[in-house]
C-alpha cells in the first residue's frame, strides 16, 4: 500500500487503484455520517476534489490521487457511511480508479513513512 499526505490509502490490483482512508484519517473525523462518491465513468486529475466525506466533526474532501478513469465505487459507504468508522483499510474502500500513467505511485509513502508522517 501507499500513503498519501492527504489520509489517502492506495493499493494496486492489477493495474487499477483501490483508493480509501487511512484509519488515522477516520479517526481525526469521527463518526461519519455522509459519503459522496464520483460517478463511475468520469475522467479525473490528479488533486480534483472527487468525494465528498461529512463526520459529526467536519466536512472534508478526497482527492484524486492519479490522473485516470473512476471504474467502481462503493455503494456500501453510501448506504452506510459508519462502515468508514469500522474498517477504513478494508471493506470500507471509496472507489477504483484505472490510471493513464502508474508511475506517480512511486511518489507515495510507503506504510512506514506514513507512520513517520503522521507522528
Known sequence: MKYT????WLREEDGVIVVGITE???????????VELPEVGAEVTKDDEICVIESVKAA??????????????NEA???????????????????KIKPSDLSP???????AAYKDFIG
Open 5 to 8: 499526505e492527504e489520509h489517502e
Open 24 to 34: 488515522h484519517a477516520s479517526e481525526q473525523l469521527g463518526d461519519v455520517v455522509f
Open 105 to 111: 505511485m512511486d511518489d507515495y509513502m510507503d506504510e
Open 77 to 95: 459507504i453510501v448506504e452506510d457511511p459508519g462502515k468508514v468508522n469500522e474498517d477504513p483499510l478494508g471493506d470500507a474502500w471509496f472507489f
Open 60 to 73: 472534508s474532501d478526497i482527492l484524486a490521487p492519479l490522473d485516470g478513469e473512476i471504474v467502481e465505487v
